[in-house]
């Protein structure tokens, strides 16, 4: 294993795409092995690579990490993104639990079909809007200071901001009525690591396209129909 992280998925966002950011975050320069072929996911699967059958996989410090929880709680610690004591960590576990859960609704968008894509994109601007945005939005008032825990940049952090680009890509006015998210997203998008994330030519990834969708179908045998939350 090299000196880097290197990360075994598809050349797209998925679950994988969190992961690129918190590296990123942190200013950690990564390699990237993208799946094309049943051969290569075979491959990993025959030579014991992915625990529990599935990707992202993670090469870092000599191990090969799987599940992506696991994953960025590793790189958030190593990193000093995870708080300085154990209830830092716990407010941190429990934003990075809300977010992950809005953005369970947008994961598998780009695998439904038009009709349930109209309907999907009405329930994720629903979600955020009334259940996530306004916890985070109160926070952020209540406090009065630039991050989310104990005014410092973490973990938490950058998974929001991750969230906030991802909702406003289905409604790009969803912030309207959150002030304290607007200027979460500008702060901490003009934090350097984050700003060269967020610069053309980075590693971050485009939304996904059938490309990608056909990619993800094609290695996984996902021969079922997805539907709609």
């Known amino acids: 294993m090299s000196g880097k992280p290197k990360l075994y998925y598809f050349d797209g966002r998925g679950k994988m795409e969190s992961i690129r950011w918190l590296l990123a975050a ?12 049943r051969d290569q996911y075979e491959k990993l699967l025959q030579g014991g690579s992915l625990l529990f059958q599935q990707v992202p996989m993670v090469e870092m410090d000599g191990m ?4 992506t929880r696991a994953i960025l709680s590793y ?29 369970g609704f947008i994961l598998m968008f780009p695998f439904l079909s038009a009709e349930d894509k109209e309907k999907q994109r ?64 500008t702060r901490i998008s003009s934090i350097p690591t984050v700003k ?12 996904p396209d059938d490309k990608y969708v056909e990619t993800v179908r094609r290695v996984l045998r996902m021969y079922y129909d997805v539907k709609a939350n």
């Open 75 to 103: 790189i958030a610690a190593k990193y000093n993104l995870y708080g300085k004591d154990l209830k830092e960590r716990a407010l941190i576990d429990m934003y990075v639990g809300g977010t992950d859960d809005l953005m």
């Open 196 to 207: 060269k994330f967020l610069e053309p030519g980075s590693q971050r990834k485009p939304v």
């Open 122 to 185: 009405a329930v994720i601007v629903q979600k955020a809007t009334s259940r996530y945005f306004p916890v985070y939005e109160k926070v952020l008032k209540d406090h009065g200071q630039d991050f989310l825990v104990g005014n410092n940049f973490s973990w938490a952090d950058v998974h929001l901001l991750e969230a906030i680009l991802m909702v406003e890509e289905k409604k790009s006015d969803v912030l309207l009525g959150f002030p304290q998210l607007q200027a979460f997203k």
């Open 64 to 67: 090969r990490m799987v599940q």
């Open 26 to 37: 942190a200013g950690v320069e990564f390699e990237e092995e993208f799946l094309e072929t």
